[in-house]
């Protein structure tokens, strides 16, 4: 299939929408939810203080190889069978979860859960290239990414709500509950986009030199660097967040949960925002725009932080820093999803999955990060988040340099 296949001419209704963005939303849920049982599941299981940050790198080691493996499948078998296959795995090992007393064990059905539950987070970013592109493409990616975005930030409160009225074995109850339902969505909701026509053949060899080839493609790289350094940013506000509020700013737990929510909102109406201006602007344009005003305020806020201003002293001037850095995001990720699918409609799988990869992989590094930088008070949270930030704009930079070459030489 060529690279210049014509746009696709399919669409989606606003049930799929929604549909895949309560699908999309498998991964950031089982990976942040079960955070306020850390200790509680290492009593149960018996796997020692600090054993639980093991099943929650078992969980990212499935998602990077799943990803890898899922895409490429759903080029060769369409988008529907693997989507149904990955959630009733991802179920199951839910399931496992839920019911196993020994850690080792725990670790096992964490990892295979991520490999089926990588496909929610492939499958549909795949879907929505088969369907749509530029302008369309993004307002549609602006809800799915809306739901990635805020399911980092709410799924710890919801993780600590399951917790009060039962133990941790609930949380995976309800991931079960949750994928079984997702199933019964796809099955009868979902027609396939992606028609036999359309699909390649799948060979290792061949499977490889894809990535490699998608990977050296300076437009999808470029765009694929500052949508995984955006989740960057929110995962190394995630790992921040319990030290920073509660113990940094001395939040109540209700409290706490309070900000949690404004900050989803603001991420929220920067997606929706986005979905709006993409009809008006040009997405190249906005994209910059959102890296620029997230170095600048990530900028001031490492000075502040530093200087003692931004912390303790000031509470809320630290709230409106994150949540300034936390909006932002909302018009990054949207944008600079659709643009690295731009060249790669007749192999979207297979560059979902390398941008999914990407994702995860980066984002855990913001997590790791955060826990390694030295400093008190709101420091390591405004260095890792900054560190995203600039990530983003050197991606932004390769990104306008790609689009200068493609116009000089076209």
Not at 165 to 191: E, H, K, Q, T
């Amino acid at each position: 299939m060529s690279p210049n296949t014509s746009a696709p001419t399919l669409s989606l209704s606003f049930p799929i929408i929604v549909l895949l963005g309560l699908v999309t939303a498998i991964g950031p849920l089982a990976t942040d939810m079960y955070l306020p049982a850390f200790p509680e599941l290492e009593h149960d299981l018996g796997g020692g203080a600090g054993s639980a940050q093991f099943t929650l790198g078992a969980w990212f080691l499935g998602l990077a190889i799943g990803q890898f493996s899922i895409g490429p499948l759903s080029d060769r078998f369409g988008r529907k069978g693997p989507l149904v296959v990955g959630l009733a795995v991802f179920g199951l090992a839910s399931v496992g979860c839920a019911m196993t007393r020994d850690f080792n064990l725990f670790c096992f059905w964490r990892f295979l859960g991520a490999l089926g539950g990588s496909a929610s987070a492939v499958v549909p970013r795949a879907v929505v290239r088969d369907v749509a592109t530029g302008k369309k493409g993004a307002h549609i990616m602006a809800q799915l990414t809306l739901v990635f975005g805020v399911m980092p930030i709410l799924a710890p409160s919801l993780g600590s709500v399951v917790l009060k009225f039962g133990s941790w074995r609930g949380i995976f109850w309800l991931g079960a509950v949750y994928a079984a339902l997702g199933v019964l969505g796809i099955v009868f909701m979902l027609s396939d986009t992606l028609a036999p026509e359309r699909r390649i053949r799948l060979v290792a060899a061949e499977i490889l030199s894809r990535y490699v080839t998608i990977l050296h493609e300076p437009v999808f790289l470029s765009n694929a660097l500052i949508t995984s350094f955006s989740t960057f940013v929110m995962f190394a506000y995630l790992a921040a967040a319990p030290t920073l509020f509660e113990q940094t700013l001395h939040f109540s737990p209700g409290g706490f949960g309070a900000f949690f929510g404004v900050n989803a909102a603001m991420f929220i109406l920067g997606t929706q925002i986005n979905g709006r201006l993409v009809h008006r602007l040009p997405m190249p344009g906005i994209l910059q725009v959102a890296i620029i005003w997230a170095c600048i305020v990530g900028s001031a806020f490492v000075v502040l932080a530093m200087s003692g201003v931004a912390g303790a002293a000031h509470p809320w001037l630290t709230c409106c820093l994150v949540t300034s850095m936390t909006g932002a995001l909302g018009f990054v990720g949207p944008n600079g999803t659709v643009l690295s699918f731009s060249r790669h409609g007749h192999q979207a799988g297979s560059a979902s999955a390398l941008l999914g990869t990407m994702q995860f992989t980066l984002g855990s590094l913001g997590s790791v990060l955060v826990g390694l930088l030295p400093g008190g008070g709101a420091i390591p949270t405004a260095l890792g988040m900054t560190t995203g930030a600039v990530g983003m704009l050197a991606g932004n930079l390769l990104r306008r340099r790609a689009t200068d070459q493609a116009e000089h030489e076209g």
